[in-house]
């Protein structure tokens, strides 16, 4: 299986304890997960997607309190698992609030390291997606002292087939569909939960 770091945004929890007088960011809670090792080739992308979405959801609160478990002995075995070598993390859609009169605009021009070179890396391969010009961009980073940069280009290649496998199944006709998790009242299984979607539209029908 693949450990990775993912983070979260919004809040899951109540701030009545809690006086936030100007925001100046977005709050970010980053928790681990963890994906099965398969192959694209061997698994529907419909499936890809029903497995990443019922992991994630199965994370309590959406990773709140994670990392306080993890980082200050609240609990032992969090405490000794290894840290992900693996960070993703979706930004969103970069101009959706960029008109014509805006001040500011995104530019894709180099900015420059990220982190001084004397600082330690948190994680060796780095991914970070966003929405751009009505286009997804994806960037790579990682540190050449450890990788080629054949090797990350050939892995952030086979991520663009999966990318486009799923793009290309989300625009037929069988796209969609629930799974156990858009239930959290009823405990069912995804075979159970077809068979009853399957007998409802033949109701509809």
């Known amino acids: 299986a693949l450990g990775f770091d993912a983070p979260v945004e919004g809040l899951v929890f109540s701030l009545s304890t809690i006086a936030i007088c100007v925001p100046i960011g977005v709050l970010v809670t980053v928790v681990a997960a963890l994906a099965p090792a398969v192959r694209a080739s061997r698994v529907a992308p419909v499936e890809a997607l029903r ?3 019922e992991q994630l959801r199965r994370v309590p609160r959406q990773g ?25 993390n979706y930004l969103g859609r970069f101009d959706a609030a960029q008109g014509d009169d805006a001040l500011f605009r995104i530019t894709r021009d180099p900015a420059g390291p990220a982190r001084a070179a004397a600082n330690p890396r948190t994680h060796l391969l780095e991914v970070n997606a966003a929405v751009a010009g009505d286009e ?5 980073t990682y540190g050449a002292e450890l990788h080629r940069e054949e090797t990350v280009r ?10 486009r496998a799923l793009v290309e199944h989300c625009r037929t006709a069988d796209a969609g569909g629930y799974s156990p998790s858009d239930f959290p009242s009823v405990r069912l299984s995804q075979k159970s939960l077809d068979r009853l979607m399957g007998k409802l539209a033949r109701v509809g029908a």
């Open 154 to 163: 050939a892995l952030a290649e086979r991520h663009l087939e999966a990318v």
């Open 51 to 53: 497995a990443a979405k």
């Open 64 to 88: 709140i309190g994670w990392g306080l478990l993890r980082h200050t002995g609240g609990d032992a075995e969090l405490a000794l698992a290894p840290r992900p070598q693996l960070a993703f």
């Open 136 to 140: 997804l961009v994806v960037g790579w």
